[in-house]
């Protein structure tokens, strides 16, 4: 029996908008994934600790209050103090060009905005846990 690739959606701050997370995580669970979705207004400890209890092979953030730079580092941080920043971290949200190299940088896999195809997102999530 194949193990399905666990995945944690979370929608850190309080950004009120979830439709985006709510449709990438359908999508991931329709590609054969099982999908955590923490729900709105997850603080940084929060997320790292469903995730942490959750045992996922991979963490996604929709991040569209313009937080995301503070919001990663802090998510980053806690990871390490939890033992488990081996797993890797997607963006999605409205995110500055500029922006989106400092996230790289600090260690997130990918950064997605808006409009790219569900499948690509798809993609990258299993190429990520590989």
């Not at 979370?10 to 449709?23: E, S, T, V």
């Not at 802090?74 to 995110?95: A, C, H, N, T």
């Amino acid at each position: 029996m194949e193990n399905k690739l666990k995945v944690l959606v979370a929608k850190p701050g309080l950004d009120g908008h979830d439709r985006g997370a709510k449709i990438v995580a359908m999508a991931l669970r329709d590609a054969g994934m099982e999908v955590i979705y923490t729900g709105l207004r997850q603080s940084p400890e929060e997320i790292v600790k469903a995730a942490s209890q959750e045992n996922v092979d991979i963490i996604g953030l929709s991040i569209l209050s313009g937080a995301h730079l503070k919001l990663c580092e802090r998510i980053q941080k806690l990871m390490k103090e939890s033992d488990i920043e081996d797993k890797p971290v997607f963006v999605g949200g409205i995110i500055p060009a500029k922006d989106v190299k400092k996230l790289k940088e600090m260690g997130i896999y990918e950064v997605f905005g808006p409009g790219v195809p569900l499948k690509k997102i798809v993609e990258k999530v299993k190429e990520a846990v590989k």
